[in-house]
């Protein structure tokens, strides 16, 4: 399975608590997960995986390579959001969406029909 990891932005946790809200509702749960974290780190993501329930059936090691990689590989895209959050203050998350390639691809078409 391929997964694929992004940073979206900043939100305050109120906010992102109501969207988490409002997807755990839906009878059909995607492969797509909403991940947060009070700090901009890899090590704050990487434990944000680990509260994904097993249910959804990912191989948490190829989750995780995925986002090293995109730390990785996005150093400038990272610095940015870690200062947005550090600019927006402590009752803000930064967020990120992690998701098997399928799910996400169906995600996009769903909101485009």
Known sequence: MAYTFELLGVSPVLDFFNHQQQLSKRKHHSGVEYLSAYQCTLDAFIQSIE???????????????????????????????????????????????????????????????
């Open 51 to 113: 509260t994904v329930p097993p249910e959804r059936g990912w191989r948490l090691d190829q989750a995780v390579d995925t986002v090293v990689n995109f730390w990785l590989s996005n150093v400038e895209t990272v610095r940015h959001w870690k200062q947005r959050l550090e600019d927006a203050g402590e009752q803000n998350l930064v967020v990120a969406r992690l998701g098997d390639l399928r799910s996400l691809q169906a995600e996009f078409e769903q909101l485009f029909s």
